[in-house]
Each structure stands twice: as C-alpha cells, then as structure tokens.
C-alpha cells in the first residue's frame, strides 16, 4: 500500500513527508487510515537524539483514524473500528489496566517507539525492530 509520511533519516536532521509503502500488517500489528496526526514533542526527542529509535522513523504517533486491516493474533480491534493513536499503549492485560488504570500500564514502556512500523522508502526497507510491538 501507497501512502506520504514524515520520516526522520537521522539524528539531527529535518522530518521529510515523501512516499512510502507499508507492509501488510504482522503478527499484532493494525493498518488505520490515518485522518488526523501531528508531530510532537515525544518525536522532537527522535530528531535530537536524546530517544534512542530505529532509523528512519515514522514520526506521528499521536492521532485518530480507522482500522482498515488487522494481522494474525488481532482481537481487540477490527476494521472499521475508529482508533486513537497514542505514544505508549497500554498493555490491556496487566493489573493496573485490569483495574481501569490504563494510564499507568506496568507494560508500555516495554514497547519501543517506532519498532513496529515497517516500511519501505527511498529504495530502503524498514522491518520491524525492537522487542515487541503493540499488543493489540
């Protein structure tokens, strides 16, 4: 699939909206139609290095749209389900979102930011990195 995201190729360096294809969703992963997104201060972070991320990123985390494909393991979510997009999601299973405390997840910041968003830009693939992605 064909879309324009912002990209940070390196520490220090300017995000560049340009052509990308995503991959079909993973194991746990979920494609939305993004409507709306920006750029934060969390992705500043990215771009002066003081967040250690993959390279190259796709930056904006924080935004809303609809679910329009799931992967494998998917089953909290479905498409046509209208989502938020947030920094850190929450785990849903640990005892503080069982509690309804979703905001202090004792597992969110296990998901590293930007790890499970592969792509392909520039001639270059982006595969998946990290330890695990979100836990949808």
Not at 8 to 35: C, M, N, T, Y
Not at 65 to 83: F, I, K, L, S, Y
Not at 99 to 106: A, I, M
Request: aromatic letters at 6%; hydrophobic letters at 35%.
């Amino acid at each position: 699939m064909s879309t324009r995201a912002a990209i940070l190729w390196g520490i220090g360096e300017k995000w560049s909206v340009e052509d990308v294809e995503l991959a079909e969703p993973g194991f746990g992963q979920v494609r939305v139609k993004v409507h709306a997104t920006g750029l934060c201060h969390s992705d500043d972070h990215a771009v002066t290095g003081d967040m250690p991320t993959p390279l190259p990123l796709v930056g904006g985390h924080e935004g809303a749209g609809v679910v329009e494909a799931v992967g494998p393991g998917v089953t909290r979510v479905a498409p046509g389900d209208h989502v938020v997009l947030i920094f850190q999601p929450p785990c849903g299973y640990c005892r503080n979102c069982a509690r309804g405390r979703s905001n202090l997840c004792l597992n969110a910041s296990l998901q590293d930011y930007g790890a499970s968003k592969p792509f392909k830009a520039r001639g270059q693939d982006r595969r998946r990195r990290g330890r695990r992605g979100c836990s949808w």
